[in-house]
Antibody, heavy 123, light 107 residues
Framework: QVQLVESGGGVVQPGRSLRLSCAASGFTFTSYGIHWVRQAPGKGLYWVAFMSYDGNNKYYADSVKGRFTISRDNSKNTLSLQMNSLRAEDTAVYYC????????????????WGQGTLVTVSS | DIQMTQSPSSLSASVGDRVTITCRASQGISNSLAWYQQKPGKAPKLLLYAASRLHSGVPSRFSGSGSGTDYTLTISSLQPEDFATYYCQQYYSTPHTFGQGTKLEIK
């Protein structure tokens, strides 16, 4: 079955960096794009970033563009999110989520989600 | 960015009731709409996509409809496990955006 397992969350001071990872299994990782979606405590869902199946296309929300970098290692079935210059408003549970459409260079919707990892930005 | 507005924000209903949640986009999204269910402390789960297509394993009491800017999620007969928060999401254009959520509570 499809499994996505996030790791790397924690407490970090404003302005510092953190790297999240997402380990995927149960599907052909090299055929699917993967997203990051976050949810601030008690709030709704917010799409953060997407990387296409082959790593050639990346999309970011404006609020993280220039600060966050998405990457993937298809040899290890992992996706990463490098988060720099963190702000208090980045505090959230971060989910990785699998895109539904194989071989898609553009993001669509999310058919499977990980359990999330909590990032807290606080001094 | 496309704004997604869900209504109502919260809803109280009883087991067996039929409920409808509405999602309105700020511009046409050509049925590029998905619905998710989220329970407290858990990740969201996909219910429907392309406005009306049921995701694998989702009970048939869930259905979706709509076109253009206006879409609905209907639960034909509420079950105890359906009490949760529901989100719509447009994937017509980036950034992909979600509605603010509808919390479905037991009456």
């Amino acid at each position: 079955q499809v499994q996505l397992v996030e790791s790397g969350g924690g407490v970090v001071q404003p302005g510092r960096s953190l790297r999240l990872s997402c380990a995927a299994s149960g599907f052909t990782f090299t055929s699917y794009g993967i997203h990051w979606v976050r949810q601030a405590p008690g709030k709704g869902l917010y799409w953060v970033a997407f990387m296409s199946y082959d790593g050639n296309n990346k999309y970011y929300a404006d609020s993280v563009k220039g600060r966050f970098t998405i990457s993937r290692d298809n040899s290890k079935n992992t996706l990463s999110l490098q988060m720099n210059s963190l702000r208090a408003e980045d505090t959230a549970v971060y989910y990785c989520a699998k895109d539904h459409l194989p071989g898609n260079s553009r993001p669509s919707f999310f058919d499977y989600w990980g359990q999330g990892t909590l990032v807290t930005v606080s001094s | 960015d496309i704004q997604m507005t869900q209504s109502p924000s919260s809803l109280s209903a009883s087991v067996g009731d039929r409920v409808t949640i509405t999602c309105r986009a700020s511009q046409g999204i050509s049925n590029s709409l998905a619905w998710y269910q989220q329970k407290p402390g858990k990740a969201p789960k996909l219910l429907l996509y392309a406005a009306s297509r049921l995701h694998s394993g989702v009970p048939s009491r869930f259905s979706g409809s709509g076109s253009g800017t206006d879409y609905t999620l209907t639960i034909s007969s509420l079950q105890p496990e359906d009490f949760a928060t529901y989100y719509c999401q447009q994937y017509y254009s980036t950034p992909h955006t979600f509605g603010q959520g509808t919390k479905l509570e037991i009456k």
